[in-house]
């Protein structure tokens, strides 16, 4: 039973309690989730990667079974608590770091402050920019609403912008499963968080300096951060690789996770991993 491999673990991090499931065994492979998720989007991923990697996938700070911070968790505090609890589970080796979406913009920070950590990057459905005015103005309406009246005033709203119009039609229970995930999510967390994306800083520029090995993945019909913005950043990147996925949404490795699986796969084998 594959299941067997897999544990929930609990760590104390930076002041809160961080669970994180950690399956297999092998060179370190750390998913992020994205917002306002938990570690469950990853499943398909953990259930291919665990028979040669030690996959870690953890809940941020105010999602999923990990405690809550109010006020405003920063995407350096989501870096600077996945970097202790590496350093919790005695993870010495660097990681693939393989976030998405809000775990791409934590990805830029653990580039920034842990590159020491970090082996080699995966960015699904992403982007390197921070917000517009307008963007940020309707990330702190969204704190507010979920504040007020829950997570169920965002949820099945939700669903448009996270999956395509293939996935809602003909994988119903990717969308049961999002929703759930966002409902389970604490109105004091995702609004920490929400306001975390608004005050991100701008890593446009920056990641042309990035100098390990660089995966780009997204979905052909992504609306939130479409394939023209990925492609950019990867032909910022030198020697990167992207990978577009068709007829799927930001939420790519939910929605295709056999051709995620192979072209991750394929460029961990290519970046001696
Ligand atoms: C995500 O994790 O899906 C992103 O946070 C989307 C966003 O920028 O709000």
């Known amino acids: 039973d594959r299941n067997m491999h897999q544990k929930l673990v609990e760590q104390n991090v930076n002041g809160i309690r961080m669970r994180a499931l950690i399956a297999g065994s092998g060179p370190p492979l750390l998913l992020v989730h994205g917002f306002p998720l938990s570690h469950k989007m990853w499943l398909p991923q953990i259930e291919y990667f665990q028979s040669r990697h030690t996959v870690i996938a953890p809940d941020l700070r105010g999602f999923g079974e990990s405690d809550i911070s109010s006020g405003i968790v920063t995407m350096e505090q989501h870096a600077r608590d996945l970097n202790s609890l590496l350093k919790e589970l005695n993870i010495e080796d660097p990681v693939v770091f ?76 990717i969308s049961e499963n999002l929703i759930a995930m966002i ?50 950043m990867s032909s910022q990147v030198p020697g990167s690789k992207y990978f577009e996925v068709g007829k799927v949404g930001h939420m790519a490795p939910m929605e295709a996770p056999e051709a995620v699986n192979r072209e991750i796969d394929h460029f961990l084998t290519s970046s001696n991993f």
């Open 98 to 173: 393989c976030g998405l979406s809000m775990g791409g913009y934590i990805a830029w920070e653990f580039w920034k402050h842990f590159a020491d950590q970090l082996h080699a990057l995966i960015l699904c459905d992403t982007r390197a920019d921070a917000d517009s005015e307008e963007g940020v103005n309707n990330r702190l309406k969204m704190a507010d609403l979920v504040l007020r009246h829950g997570p169920e005033a965002i949820s099945t709203a939700m669903i448009p912008n996270l999956i395509s119009e293939s996935s809602q039609q003909k994988q119903p229970h």
């Open 183 to 232: 409902e389970a999510a604490d109105s004091e967390g995702i609004a920490a968080s929400q306001k975390g994306m608004a005050a991100r800083s701008d890593y446009s520029n920056q990641i042309e300096n990035i100098r390990i090995p660089t995966l780009f993945i997204v979905g052909s019909d992504d609306r939130l951060t479409p394939p023209e913005i990925m492609l950019r």
